[in-house]
């Protein structure tokens, strides 16, 4: 036996039954590593050489394996520089791990990121305790606390990353990725980022606070995303920001965004289901250039917290966008506003804007729209533009699409119009005028506008007292 590991042994550090191909220790004044048999590694001066120690640590796991080799951190370690993972590989994080000041670069990165390739490392797995950027004492990118590029078969599980001078985890040409059960806070960027190549990526039960950017973006590349029960809580930009494709978020919670709630910019088959979002001071969730999204089941409150943003906000040529089952209160905009977008269809929900904005508010060249069986909580009732869009069966508050009754007027010989105001969102499409009394049975033609049906005889009906009395629809 060597001479560290007599005197472990006789100080009572005996390993226990291995479970571990390596495990790394730290004191007062020493760093070592030990094998499963006990022999030591290698060994150093505490807080000068712990990221030496556990580096040789890893290097001495079995060359060429396939399978899985564990290496357990079992104490509070200052790195003096990043880490390199093998493929392979497990570090069981049981204390902390701090990136030391001016160190400039990530915490822990695998073995082969230079490649900046699919399937550069497989099998990676990062486990427990805490994982510290020490973002105040570093000075210059890249400095995330974990950056893998080219990862198959990336685990990072029960574990806290924090103080990101960048990115908390940042992902490049990974895939087959689980991150649960983790918290990532106080980042100077985005909490995670997962960029261009990623692939079969999915997030579930995390929690994400306090950083500059964006808790969590996706990239143009990214596709196969799935983030699920996760909270995502005061964040500078936006709470998730999606683009790529195949992407589904559910049962998650966005509170205290600086812009949106969510948002999807350039992603296709999106889904958004059981998302709760609570104040944001842009809008609540923005589809800009987006394809193919459905949102359901979900909640938003108090969000648009700026003048002119909106609760759900769509534009930039998006298309085919389902929206169903949604309560949506917007502070300052339209609780729904829809620019330059085609194929949206809306169905019920509860809209709950101001009292001076729309529930609804269709704009520029946005057509063949559908928005059927909402209630208006609020607001001013629906702006509609689209000569093909149809808005249909909604209730509540200057909400009437459908109307009808009747009418009574008494001519004078010489009035040939008479208005009858339809209350309805918007002009109507189809009128149905039906005289109900001999005098109101001349000939004559009907038009519309915003706000009354005009019945406009050819010969001025005859005088007399209420004679002239119809019944009328009208349907927007």
Not at 395 to 413: I, Q
Request: proline fraction near 2%; charge should be negative.
């Amino acid at each position: 036996m060597d001479t560290i590991s007599y005197n472990l042994a006789r100080s009572g550090k005996v390993s226990p039954a291995a479970h571990y191909r390596a495990i790394v220790y730290k004191d007062d004044s020493t760093v070592w590593a030990e094998d499963s048999e006990g022999k030591t590694i290698a060994y150093g001066v505490a807080g000068e050489e712990d990221a030496a120690v556990i580096q040789s640590a890893l290097d001495s796991l079995t060359e060429g394996r396939t399978w899985k080799e564990t290496v357990v951190l079992r104490g509070s370690f200052t790195c003096e520089g990043g880490l390199l993972v093998p493929s392979y590989t497990k570090i069981s994080n049981e204390g902390v791990l701090k990136l030391k000041g001016g160190v400039n670069e990530p915490l822990i990165r695998n073995k082969n990121y230079s490649k900046e390739a699919h399937n550069a490392d497989s099998e990676i797995e990062i486990i427990g305790g805490t994982l510290d950027g020490n973002k105040s004492e570093q000075g210059a990118s890249p400095a995330d606390v974990v950056k893998f590029v080219g990862v198959a078969g990336l685990r990072i599980l029960n574990a806290t990353l924090t103080e990101a001078y960048d990115q908390c985890i940042d992902l490049s040409y990974c895939a087959d990725v689980q991150i649960v059960n983790c918290r990532l806070n106080n980042g100077r960027e985005n909490a995670l980022r997962i960029s261009s190549g990623c692939y079969d990526v999915q997030v579930a039960n995390c929690i994400i606070s306090s950083v500059s950017e964006d808790g969590i973006l996706t990239g143009l590349g990214a596709n196969k995303i799935t983030i699920s029960n996760t909270l995502i809580n005061s964040v500078g930009e936006h709470g998730i920001a999606c683009a790529g494709s195949d992407i589904l978020v559910s049962n998650c919670r966005v509170e205290d965004a600086s812009e949106n709630g969510m948002r999807i910019a350039n992603a296709m088959r999106v889904t958004l289901n059981n998302i709760m979002i609570n104040d944001t001071d842009e809008d609540g969730i923005a589809l800009l250039s987006a394809s193919y999204v459905v949102i359901g089941d979900s909640l938003l409150y108090s969000v648009g917290n700026e003048v002119g943003k909106s609760g759900i906000y769509a534009d930039y040529d998006s298309v085919y966008i389902t929206v169903q089952n949604c309560y949506i209160k917007s502070i300052y905009g339209p609780a729904i506003k829809v620019n330059d977008t085609q194929y949206f269809k809306l169905s019920h929900c509860y809209l709950s804007p101001p009292t001076d904005q729309y529930a609804i508010l269709e704009s520029g060249t946005s057509d063949y729209n559908t928005f059927v069986e909402n209630y208006f909580l609020d607001g001013a009732g629906a702006s509609i533009t689209g000569t093909n869009t149809k808005i249909r069966r909604n209730r509540g508050v200057n909400a009437l699409t459908e109307n009808a009754g009747t009418a009574t007027f008494s001519g004078d010989g010489s009035t040939t119009q008479f208005s009858i105001a339809h209350g309805l969102v918007s002009a109507p499409t189809k009128v149905q005028v039906t005289p109900l009394t001999e005098d109101a049975a001349g000939d004559f033609y009907v038009t519309a506008d915003n706000t009354n049906i005009y019945i406009n005889y050819l010969s001025a009906p005859a005088s007399g007292a209420d004679n002239v009395k119809v019944s009328w629809s009208a349907e927007v």
